[in-house]
């Protein structure tokens, strides 16, 4: 799942950087020629780390390590600036002009302040602005993505790999139903609500936003209720099974808590700040209501999935219950009944294996484990779509703005929200574990 997720951000990224130069290109002759090179350049270096992540990401290099983790700490630095020089880029967008849209193209905003001295040359700069608006999510997440990968290549320079057996996980879409259907549902229902929520907010039309914030706030209020509810089961069930803790240092498992941990802050920053606000505005009106609810629901949900995740994270996979094998000595039964001293073959009927069944009292806690990762996997898709692609409650609801100030709720909100987004992706690629060894 790492790897698809990989590739789709690798590839939506690679087609917003030529987007961008072809945008600059009709612009070529009002436009520094600079802005044209740097997303070729920022296109070839994307391209040469994802060869060299796909080829070496498992790697235990043994030679050459001080070069080996100079390159790759260089690599690490350069993803984390570019990523933070697009945040505070969109922050400074958002904050200098007033705008209540937050996902904004940044890249082309010294484009549009001067559309009245530079015209375009070509007619699709409209377009790919549009279209650089979608893509743009995914530069956030692969700068994040290729860090995360970074950082583990940086620590397995030199480690020298266990001596434990691997496990052979088998994995079947047949071993779960109820997860998937629930989760399809909410995941639809969600994608419907997201696109009614765009429609309404977008005719700027009070009473249209009022009732697409409600349906919103609803919408994700059921579904983090019903996540709570099964992740609060799953964890009991962890609290049930007698599988072990995985033993011996493991940089992946390690860095694949630390960002649970970290890029939930994120959410968990925007939560508390609309927590404050509600509380301090009064709680007045259904939407306030809602909002309340929302983000407190969102601390517990937030609480029980990392907490279910690092337990799964640590557990050894499930075993295969080996049938029993009854050797019978021949000799001896035939000492015993002389009536079968000419045979020497045991009837199979003889030998009842009652051990099993062991495997069937088992099964059912594997069982519900694959339908709440299925379930929660699904639902934390939607949550993690919503955001990426346009929807701010944060910002339609002026209930932030008006305690904070535009300015610092902005910048809450800026830095918050990609880290929330983060934590959802990255969530999807650790419950597909989680139920891969359940």
């Given at each position: 799942?790492?790897?698809?997720?990989?590739?789709?951000?690798?590839?939506?990224?690679?087609?917003?950087?030529?987007?961008?130069?072809?945008?600059?290109?009709?612009?070529?002759?009002?436009?520094?020629?600079?802005?044209?090179?740097?997303?070729?350049?920022?296109?070839?270096?994307?391209?040469?780390?994802?060869?060299?992540?796909?080829?070496?990401?498992?790697?235990?290099?043994?030679?050459?390590?001080?070069?080996?983790?100079?390159?790759?700490?260089?690599?690490?630095?350069?993803?984390?600036?570019?990523?933070?020089?697009?945040?505070?880029?969109?922050?400074?967008?958002?904050?200098?002009?007033?705008?209540?849209?937050?996902?904004?193209?940044?890249?082309?905003?010294?484009?549009?302040?001067?559309?009245?001295?530079?015209?375009?040359?070509?007619?699709?700069?409209?377009?790919?602005?549009?279209?650089?608006?979608?893509?743009?999510?995914?530069?956030?997440?692969?700068?994040?993505?290729?860090?995360?990968?970074?950082?583990?290549?940086?620590?397995?320079?030199?480690?020298?790999?266990?001596?434990?057996?691997?496990?052979?996980?088998?994995?079947?879409?047949?071993?779960?139903?109820?997860?998937?259907?629930?989760?399809?549902?909410?995941?639809?229902?969600?994608?419907?609500?997201?696109?009614?929520?765009?429609?309404?907010?977008?005719?700027?039309?009070?009473?249209?936003?009022?009732?697409?914030?409600?349906?919103?706030?609803?919408?994700?209020?059921?579904?983090?209720?019903?996540?709570?509810?099964?992740?609060?089961?799953?964890?009991?069930?962890?609290?049930?099974?007698?599988?072990?803790?995985?033993?011996?240092?493991?940089?992946?498992?390690?860095?694949?808590?630390?960002?649970?941990?970290?890029?939930?802050?994120?959410?968990?920053?925007?939560?508390?700040?609309?927590?404050?606000?509600?509380?301090?505005?009064?709680?007045?009106?259904?939407?306030?209501?809602?909002?309340?609810?929302?983000?407190?629901?969102?601390?517990?949900?937030?609480?029980?999935?990392?907490?279910?995740?690092?337990?799964?994270?640590?557990?050894?996979?499930?075993?295969?219950?080996?049938?029993?094998?009854?050797?019978?000595?021949?000799?001896?039964?035939?000492?015993?009944?002389?009536?079968?001293?000419?045979?020497?073959?045991?009837?199979a009927h003889t030998l009842p294996i009652p051990l099993t069944l062991l495997q069937g009292r088992l099964n059912w806690k594997r069982r519900i484990l694959k339908e709440i990762c299925a379930f929660l996997l699904l639902c934390n898709v939607i949550l993690w779509i919503m955001p990426a692609f346009g929807a701010r409650p944060q910002f339609d609801n002026t209930v932030g703005s008006n305690i904070y100030e535009f300015?610092?709720?902005?910048?809450?909100?800026?830095?918050?929200?990609?880290?929330?987004?983060?934590?959802?992706?990255?969530?999807?690629?650790?419950?597909?574990?989680?139920?891969?060894?359940?």
């Amino acid at each position: 799942i790492n790897t698809i997720l990989k590739n789709i951000k690798f590839i939506n990224y690679v087609i917003m950087d030529i987007f961008k130069m072809i945008y600059y290109v009709g612009r070529i002759h009002c436009e520094s020629p600079v802005k044209i090179v740097f997303p070729a350049v920022q296109a070839l270096f994307v391209i040469v780390q994802t060869y060299v992540l796909w080829v070496h990401a498992k790697d235990c290099v043994q030679i050459q390590q001080i070069i080996t983790r100079c390159g790759l700490m260089l690599t690490l630095s350069t993803n984390l600036v570019v990523w933070m020089m697009a945040v505070t880029e969109e922050s400074f967008d958002v904050t200098s002009q007033g705008s209540i849209a937050l996902t904004i193209s940044v890249v082309f905003l010294s484009g549009r302040s001067g559309a009245s001295e530079c015209e375009c040359s070509h007619n699709m700069c409209d377009v790919f602005e549009k279209v650089y608006y979608y893509l743009y999510p995914f530069n956030i997440e692969y700068s994040l993505f290729a860090s995360a990968m970074a950082y583990v290549m940086w620590k397995n320079v030199g480690r020298q790999m266990d001596d434990h057996h691997s496990h052979n996980l088998r994995f079947s879409l047949w071993d779960v139903l109820i997860g998937p259907i629930a989760g399809l549902i909410i995941l639809v229902a969600g994608l419907a609500t997201f696109v009614m929520y765009e429609v309404d907010v977008a005719k700027e039309e009070p009473k249209k936003k009022e009732e697409a914030l409600i349906m919103h706030y609803i919408m994700n209020i059921v579904a983090i209720l019903l996540m709570s509810i099964t992740t609060l089961i799953g964890c009991i069930i962890f609290r049930m099974d007698k599988r072990d803790q995985v033993s011996g240092k493991n940089p992946t498992r390690s860095l694949d808590v630390g960002l649970l941990v970290g890029s939930s802050l994120g959410q968990f920053l925007i939560c508390y700040f609309t927590i404050v606000a509600v509380l301090a505005s009064g709680v007045q009106g259904h939407i306030n209501g809602l909002n309340l609810a929302n983000s407190i629901l969102t601390v517990i949900q937030l609480c029980l999935q990392n907490t279910f995740l690092i337990k799964g994270l640590h557990r050894e996979p499930f075993k295969e219950t080996e049938t029993a094998t009854v050797f019978a000595n021949v000799m001896a039964v035939r000492e015993r009944d002389p009536e079968r001293r000419s045979s020497s073959i045991v009837p199979a009927h003889t030998l009842p294996i009652p051990l099993t069944l062991l495997q069937g009292r088992l099964n059912w806690k594997r069982r519900i484990l694959k339908e709440i990762c299925a379930f929660l996997l699904l639902c934390n898709v939607i949550l993690w779509i919503m955001p990426a692609f346009g929807a701010r409650p944060q910002f339609d609801n002026t209930v932030g703005s008006n305690i904070y100030e535009f300015q610092t709720w902005a910048a809450v909100v800026n830095i918050g929200m990609p880290f929330g987004i983060f934590y959802r992706m990255h969530s999807v690629a650790s419950l597909f574990e989680v139920c891969f060894t359940s």
